[in-house]
């Protein structure tokens, strides 16, 4: 009988309203798709939340990850970041800027921008058309 109530108590008092490490969406992007035309072409993204950080780029086949960089601090309100087909820059607190170059491959090139403030992660998803 005591372990049915023992097991009753302990299952009764878990905090299904704010589970540890699921937070709420708190850089609320303006958007989170973009297709983009095959010209050298670019997008302004704005941000309501001011405290995020880009995580990480994926871009075709490749990855590419941005921290211990000694040339980047993603801390900083604004840093930019350069690879040969696209530069990405947050220009400030509330705003991500991306360009990428003409796509001269005649397939689509596909773009993932992975952001992320504390344990809240998200993306952009960036489509650029072949010429």
């Not at 072409?41 to 211990?68: A, C, E, H, M, P």
């Amino acid at each position: 009988m005591f372990l049915v109530i023992g097991i009753f108590i302990l299952s009764s008092c878990k905090d299904n309203e704010n589970p540890i490490g699921k937070w709420d969406d708190i850089i609320k992007l303006s958007t989170k798709s973009v297709e983009l035309t095959a010209q050298a072409d670019s997008v302004t993204i704005n941000t309501q939340g001011d405290w995020w950080w880009v995580d990480g780029i994926s871009f075709q086949d490749s990855t590419y990850s941005y921290y211990n960089r000694t040339d980047i601090n993603l801390e900083s309100d604004a840093y930019t970041i350069t690879e040969d087909d696209f530069t990405v820059e947050r220009r400030d607190k509330n705003t991500l800027f991306v360009r990428l170059k003409e796509n001269n491959t005649g397939a689509e090139r596909t773009m993932l921008i992975g952001l992320e403030a504390g344990d809240y992660f998200d993306h952009v998803n960036i489509q650029q058309a072949g010429n």
